[in-house]
Structure formats: C-alpha cells, structure tokens
C-alpha cells in the first residue's frame, strides 16, 4: 500500500505525458534538474498577468503586491528549513552562487594565511572551486576528506583534520553524483567541539529528506530552486544571523545599502545586504509556490517512496551481466550510479535516450570524484517522488539492450 497516489501525482508534471523520440518520456535526470507541478507554471504566469513590479521600491499598490508575495515567499522558505529568522534566508541565483557568497565573504572576514578549509571528496565542482580560489588568495590549505570504496566518508579521517587551524567545513548532504546520504549531524558536532563553523550544500537534499537548520545547529545552507520542483535562476543561502551580520557584503549595488553618499556608504541590514540589484523576482514567488507543492505531499512521504525506488533499482538492474554500482552506501538518497564493463557511460545514454529515457552520464560535474573510482564517469539515474516501478522497468530493459548493442 503505497502513502502516495502517483498516479494522481504525475498529473501535476504536464511534461511527464510527452514523448520523446516516439516513446513515453521516463525522466531520470532528476538530480539535474527536476519537473514543474502546474501549479508553480501557473504561479509564473500570474506573476507576469498580475503582479509584475520591482519589490521593494515604490509606494504604488502594484509594486506593494510584488513586495507582499516576494517576503511572503521568503517566510514559506524559512519555515521549511524552520530557519530561526526570515532574515537568514537569502535569495541567490542558486547552491553555486550561495557557496561563492560564503567563500568570498566569510573567506575575505575571517580566512588567513595558513588557516585551512575542509571539504569533502564527493562535492560537486561549485563546492570545490570557489574555496580553491579563496585558499589561492589567502595562501590558505584545502583538506579533502577521503572516501572509502563504497563511497562513504571516512568520518576518523575527519576528525583527525580538525584543528584550531580550520576555519570552516564545507560539505555536501547528499553527493549528486552517488546518492550518498553524509552524516552531517556527525559532522557539525564534531567541527563544533572546535567552534569551527560548517556549511552544507543541500542542493540535493532539501528535496529529499526533511531538515531543520536549528536542530541541525547548522550554520550556511545552499540549495537551488531548479532541483525542487521550482524555477530555475533562484537559490537560497542560509545563514545563522551572527555570521551573516559579521560578514561584508557579497555585491554593491541598490537595495544592499541604507546610505550612499560619493564619501561613504553604509548597508542595510539583513537580509537585504546580501541581495544588491533588482532580483528574481518571479522565481523568489514562485520557489514558495514549490515549497507549498513539496509540504501537500510531505517529505516523509516523499523520502520513504524514493528510498523504495533506490531499492527497487538496484534489485533489478543487479540482474544485469556485467554491471558496477559505483556508490554503494548504507544510506543513499534517490540516486543510482553505475557503469557496463567495458562499455562507455556516454554509448548507454544515446541509446536509452532513443528509448525516451532520460539519464545523466559524464562525470557529474564531480571530475575528482571520478578519478578517485578511475572511471571517466557513470550513467546516473536519479529518481523523483512522480517516478514509478514501471518506468525502472523500462530502463532496465533499456539498459539490457544497450548492452546487446554495444557489446
Ligand atoms: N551542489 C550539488 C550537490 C549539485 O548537485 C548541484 C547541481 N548539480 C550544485 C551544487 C550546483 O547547483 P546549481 O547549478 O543549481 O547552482
């Protein structure tokens, strides 16, 4: 007996009754991005038919209205996360443009030479590169926490890394590339023992997994809008107030200042000092409309039907000669990796892709990841809550016959 109607569900996703290529589409692609229900698509349309204005700027009605829904989305926001304050929630671009705000910003305030950064060896390349640049500047260390074969981290090596040195701690929840599930409670406490501040990116969890920054004690938190059924071009930072408010600014421009003159400026407070230029406004509104859509269906729900999709996947495409699953952890969140002996990632996605089977091969924007399997990359399939048993049936069809091909 299943807790959620996906039959129901899957009318809410107009894209999901296309075809592509001549076959029903099956939408694996998930971690990439993920479908729209009609109602953040309808949302977006009222925006443009009846709201359309800057926020906070003008004292006409219009531009209230604007400036009403954006704050209000904000709110619906900050209760997902159940953020202590809507101040905290910051609206960006996305996970990549909320981690930059914290390297630059964080980075510039409080990293100096010889202080160390730690990340993980499973994060995407937007939780790498934007601390290899901060460390370059800074002449400071990046430390990378080492993985064991299943694509775990190895939590003793951690602990080892931590020191007076470490000036903060940035990890993924949930690796794209391997559906690994971090320990991230583990993780905060023990950089907390050091007062050592962590930032996680959730860019693939808050769509799969509740969570809550206060019981987390965690102190940033990157996620997209795109992966969580809401628009793309929106993303959200999260901040505990006394970093926030202990960090320069990111961008100048309007909105971020309280002053100006030629001689001085001085910023506004939270959360505007982050938010310099007119916004995304549409994608703001309409990422709460998504948050709406997510808590009608509840996140228990959606993580136990996932966790049985996982299972599901990994049962039946065993059966398949030949395969390796590169990520086996004991806990996985909606993410099945695998590579064919001998055959190339990319070969198995034309094919299925023929089929309308939509999954992501390559290297995941995760290329030190892959080197540590020493594999070019995998085929990823990765699974929402409108997924279904029958359409894991047609890739493991899929799949078999792309091996009959290409082998
Ligand atoms: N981190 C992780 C774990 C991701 O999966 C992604 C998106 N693939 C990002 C960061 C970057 O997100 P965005 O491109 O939306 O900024």
Same mark, same amino acid.
Not at 281 to 290: D, F, M, N, Q, R
Not at 294 to 304: A, M, R, V
């Given at each position: 007996q299943e807790a959620l109607d996906i039959q129901r569900i899957r009318k809410d996703f107009p894209i999901l009754s296309s075809t592509v290529n001549g076959k029903p589409l099956v939408y694996f692609d998930n971690a990439a991005t993920s479908q729209k229900p009609w109602s953040v698509i309808k949302a977006i349309e009222h925006y443009y038919t009846d709201l359309n204005s800057n926020v906070h700027r003008g004292v006409h009605t219009l531009s209230q209205k604007a400036?009403?829904?954006?704050?209000?989305?904000?709110?619906?926001?900050?209760?997902?996360?159940?953020?202590?304050?809507?101040?905290?929630?910051?609206?960006?671009?996305?996970?990549?443009?909320?981690?930059?705000?914290?390297?630059?910003?964080?980075?510039?305030?409080?990293?100096? !030479?010889?202080?160390?950064?730690?990340?993980?060896?499973?994060?995407?390349?937007?939780?790498?590169?934007?601390?290899?640049?901060?460390?370059?500047?800074?002449?400071?260390?990046?430390?990378?926490?080492?993985?064991?074969?299943?694509?775990?981290?190895? %939590?003793?090596?951690?602990? !080892? %890394?931590?020191?007076?040195?470490?000036?903060?701690?940035?990890?993924?929840?949930?690796?794209?590339?391997?559906?690994?599930?971090?320990?991230?409670?583990?993780?905060?406490?023990?950089?907390?023992q050091y007062n050592i501040p962590v930032m996680l990116d959730a860019a693939q969890a808050v769509q799969h997994i509740p969570l809550d920054v206060q019981e987390l004690d965690v102190d940033f938190l990157a996620f997209s809008g795109h992966k969580m059924y809401g628009p793309t071009g929106i993303g959200i930072l999260y901040g505990k107030e006394k970093w926030l408010n202990a960090m320069p600014p990111y961008q100048g421009g309007g909105e971020m200042i309280k002053t100006v003159t030629f001689e001085k400026t001085?910023?506004?407070?939270?959360?505007?000092?982050?938010?310099?230029?007119?916004?995304?406004?549409?994608?703001?509104?309409?990422?709460?409309?998504?948050?709406?859509?997510?808590?009608?269906?509840?996140? !228990?729900?959606?993580?136990?039907?996932?966790?049985?999709?996982?299972?599901?996947?990994?049962?039946?495409?065993?059966?398949?000669?030949?395969?390796?699953?590169i990520g086996t952890a004991d806990n996985k969140a909606s993410v099945v990796s695998f590579n064919i002996a001998n055959i190339h990632p990319y070969d198995v996605g034309v094919i299925l892709d023929k089929l309308g089977i939509a999954?992501?091969?390559?290297?995941?924007?995760?290329?030190?990841? %892959?080197?540590?399997?020493?594999?070019?990359?995998?085929?990823?399939?990765?699974?929402?809550?409108?997924?279904?048993?029958?359409?894991?049936?047609?890739?493991?069809e899929g799949v078999k016959r792309a091996v009959k091909m290409l082998s």
């Open positions: 400036t009403d829904a954006f704050e209000a989305s904000r709110k619906k926001i900050a209760d997902f996360i159940n953020a202590a304050h809507d101040y905290e929630v910051i609206y960006t671009r996305g996970t990549t443009e909320s981690i930059n705000l914290v390297a630059h910003s964080f980075g510039k305030q409080f990293v100096k !030479e010889g202080d160390i950064i730690i990340i993980s060896s499973l994060e995407h390349h937007s939780n790498i590169v934007p601390w290899q640049i901060l460390c370059e500047e800074k002449n400071a260390t990046l430390k990378v926490i080492p993985i064991n074969e299943k694509g775990e981290l190895i %939590m003793e090596a951690f602990k !080892e %890394m931590l020191s007076e040195k470490v000036k903060l701690v940035s990890v993924n929840y949930v690796s794209n590339s391997l559906g690994t599930v971090n320990p991230v409670r583990e993780i905060i406490e023990a950089a907390h001085t910023y506004n407070d939270l959360p505007f000092k982050f938010e310099a230029g007119t916004p995304n406004i549409e994608a703001s509104i309409c990422l709460g409309t998504a948050v709406d859509y997510i808590n009608e269906i509840g996140l !228990e729900n959606i993580q136990q039907y996932e966790h049985e999709l996982v299972e599901y996947a990994t049962e039946k495409l065993s059966a398949i000669d030949g395969i390796k699953f999954v992501r091969t390559g290297h995941h924007c995760t290329q030190p990841l %892959m080197d540590i399997f020493c594999i070019p990359g995998t085929v990823r399939a990765s699974f929402a809550f409108y997924n279904t048993k029958e359409e894991i049936d047609v890739l493991v």
